[in-house]
């Protein structure tokens, strides 16, 4: 991937550059941010960009023989390290990379959920395993196949159990020459203190709205400026969330029945001690447990999805529309919901949803972790 094709970022993309140039790579860096917002194509670029022969003062020349192994994420001195679900002892990285070019390749803003569903399994918890620690060490040590740098991307490394974590904490503190990692994460504070210490830290902000807009009415693929617009407005920063807002996610949809059905459920439990709402609420949270689809991943989206919910229903009761982002069922059932999202809980509602997102993604129970918040709803939304 070159740098003229990641969206947005031009201090970060002029910043690397200038490091590469003056010859300041440093062993490790840790690439975050939120999902979407281009840290796995700046990672990819930035690979791209060191291995080129013939690089500009800003970008790779995208022709020769090493750029055209790098587009296709096929160079011998590019390595990968992602969760995967073992279906053997056996299994590494480099038994599902075909599937993760294939995905990257489609689409370089992909997310969890989109390696999720790579993988066909929306219900099992993937994990960076130690065997791929093992796996990544072994070609690290061999020598380069051209006379440059070695790069290890690691994909969501806060998926990695604690055995791995500590063979690439010691990989870190003695790296081979001319080898440089890199880090993309969404959530670093889930990795080892000693991990990060030894990672330089780049934090990839989120993509202004014009940003998103200019690369949506772009392309084979574009769009209208005004369906642009809606989506811009929709994603907070994110082109991945951009492109599902634009082409109606049924995810999101679901998300929005589910949350109706959790807010009203806990009113009338609340306000109107109607317990048959309670077992609806019971019910709901095996749903959301056990139902179709139920990964942790698409249980983490559906939190986050909440929190967006509070946060626009407080915002709608100052009536300043254009602060708002809701699409037009969201601003309909915000009508009679909002009020009840006020000064009295909208810190605490928040406080909540995120934990419980942070717990699920540290593999709590999340039977556990749903009832609990159920019954937060119920007392919340009587304030």
Not at 203 to 209: A, E, G, I, M, Y
Request: with cysteine; charged share 25%.
């Amino acid at each position: 991937m070159q740098i003229r094709d990641i969206i947005g970022q031009g201090a970060l993309k002029r910043e690397m550059c200038r490091m590469v140039e003056a010859g300041k790579i440093p062993h490790a860096l840790l690439l975050s941010g939120a999902a979407g917002v281009g840290k796995l194509p700046l990672a990819l670029a930035l690979a791209q960009y060191i291995a080129c022969p013939h690089r500009t003062e800003s970008d790779s020349c995208g022709v020769c023989p090493t750029c055209l192994q790098y587009g296709k994420l096929q160079h011998p001195d590019l390595h990968f390290v992602f969760p995967i679900v073992k279906n053997s002892t056996s299994d590494t990285s480099d038994t599902y990379v075909n599937d993760f070019r294939q995905m990257v390749l489609g689409n370089p803003y992909c997310d969890m959920d989109d390696w999720t569903q790579a993988l066909g399994a929306e219900k099992k918890q993937s994990v960076i395993y130690d065997s791929q620690g093992d796996e990544i060490e072994r070609k690290l040590r061999l020598k380069a196949f051209g006379d440059g740098y070695k790069t290890a991307i690691v994909w969501q490394p806060e998926k990695m159990n604690e055995t791995c974590a500590n063979k690439l904490l010691k990989l870190l503190e003695e790296p081979p020459e001319q080898t440089l990692f890199i880090f993309v994460s969404e959530h670093p504070e889930m990795l080892l203190p000693t991990i990060i210490s030894r990672l330089r830290p780049v934090s990839v902000p989120r993509l202004t709205d014009e940003e998103i807009v200019q690369a949506l009415t772009s392309g084979s693929s574009a769009i209208s400026r005004e369906q642009a617009l809606d989506a811009a407005r929709l994603a907070r920063g994110s082109y991945r969330e951009a492109m599902r807002v634009h082409d109606e996610d049924d995810r999101t949809k679901e998300f929005f029945a589910e949350f109706c059905e959790l807010m009203r459920n806990a009113w009338r439990v609340g306000t109107q001690r109607d317990y048959a709402a309670l077992q609806n609420m019971n019910e709901w949270v095996g749903k959301m447990v056990q139902g179709k689809g139920a990964s942790r991943e698409r249980q983490c989206a559906f939190l986050q999805f909440a929190q967006r919910m509070f946060r626009e229903n407080f915002i709608s009761n100052y009536g300043e529309p254009q602060l708002n982002y809701m699409r037009k069922e969201e601003q309909q059932f915000a009508v009679k919901f909002a009020p009840f999202i006020n000064e009295r809980n909208i810190e605490t509602f928040m406080e909540q949803f995120s934990t419980a997102e942070r717990q699920i993604a540290q593999n709590a129970n999340a039977k556990m972790v749903f009832f609990d918040l159920c019954l937060q709803c119920i007392v919340l939304i009587k304030k």
